[in-house]
């Protein structure tokens, strides 16, 4: 697509390298939402993909994953047998309308960034208590939980000049039993909800997204399916299920309790 209101391109090869922040400023990762659905007030585009992440890096203490790593190459990674919870990163991939030919292009760190109530990827990180590590303009750093990044539809907390630099995984959560639901309207469509669960030490924590503008992570420390159900209801607001192709909010707030009662019950049988 010709963006003809963007008037530069940057492609900074280092963090010394990237540009001062200005009105416009468009992080460019993959490019499939930059490309497809650019905003009107996008005026130069920074190319991340120059920067040269490592995508996925196996550190003493779990995995990180750049930001600027595919969603197919997080799908296709050879990690550890032992990381169980990597099964997870299919079932995300899988609950995007995005097919596998957009997961080539398409990276982890854009689907956090965009923001969608559908970026799965955002699920994922969501259950696994990923730390997303923050690269301010100013040279520090931060690091948030993706429920203090992505904080509405389409609206996250970075500052201008903010990038969402890596994603880290720790051990505890990879090597722990997961369970993945989700529902839509079509066999193979988008999900319209997606529930995700995993088993802790003194229970269990329970991911819901999709359904709602932005994913909720409800740490539980009992196996009782209704007491989970229940749990969830406190944590997830009647305002925050909403209505659009894939699912009316009535709908969601109705099938969402089977699925996380079926993602506790999964949990709780496996001990
Ligand atoms: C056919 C099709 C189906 C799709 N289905 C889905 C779907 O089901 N769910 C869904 O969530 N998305 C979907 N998308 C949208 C998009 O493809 C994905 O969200 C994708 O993962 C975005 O990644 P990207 O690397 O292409 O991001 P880009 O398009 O490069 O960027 C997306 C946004 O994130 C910002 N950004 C990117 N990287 C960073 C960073 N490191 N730091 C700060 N800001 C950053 C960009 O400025 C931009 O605002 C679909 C797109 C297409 C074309």
């Known amino acids: 697509m010709d963006l003809h209101f963007v008037d530069d391109v940057v492609r900074p090869t280092s963090r010394e390298d990237l540009p001062q922040a200005l009105p416009g400023d468009t992080p460019l990762a993959g490019g499939t939402s930059v490309m497809a ?29 750049a930001a600027t790593c595919t969603i197919d190459r997080l799908v296709h990674a ?21 097919s596998y030919k957009i997961w080539h292009t398409a990276t982890v760190g854009g689907n956090v960034c965009l ?26 750093d931060s690091v948030v939980s993706v429920e203090e990044l992505v904080v509405g539809d389409q609206r996250t907390s970075l500052a201008p000049g903010d990038l969402l ?12 039993r997961v369970a993945a639901r ?49 749990a969830c209801a406190a944590a997830v607001p009647d305002s925050a299920w909403f209505t659009d192709a894939h699912g ?3 709908w969601r707030r109705s099938v969402v309790p089977h699925l996380i009662r079926e993602v506790a019950d999964e949990l709780g049988s496996d001990t």
């Open 182 to 230: 989700r529902v839509s309207y079509a066999e193979y469509g988008r999900a319209g909800a997606v529930v995700l669960g995993r088993a802790t030490d003194d229970g269990m924590v329970i991911s819901v997204s999709g359904g709602s503008v932005r994913p909720f992570a409800v740490p539980v420390t009992t196996a009782d399916p209704d007491e989970v159900v229940s």
């Open 78 to 98: 050879d990690l550890p047998e032992s990381w169980t919870a990597r099964t997870l990163f299919r079932w995300c991939a899988d609950s995007l309308l995005a």
């Open 37 to 65: 659905e650019p905003g009107r007030d996008v005026r130069r585009l920074v190319d991340l993909t120059a920067l040269g992440w490592p995508d996925l890096t196996v550190t003493g203490d779990g995995l990180e994953i």
């Open 165 to 176: 630099r890596s994603i880290h995984l720790s051990t505890a959560v990879l090597t722990a």
């Open 115 to 140: 923001a969608l109530p559908a970026g799965s990827m955002t699920s994922l990180c969501s259950v696994l208590d990923a730390s997303l590590l923050i690269w301010h303009p100013d040279g520090t």
């Open 248 to 250: 009316t909010a009535d």
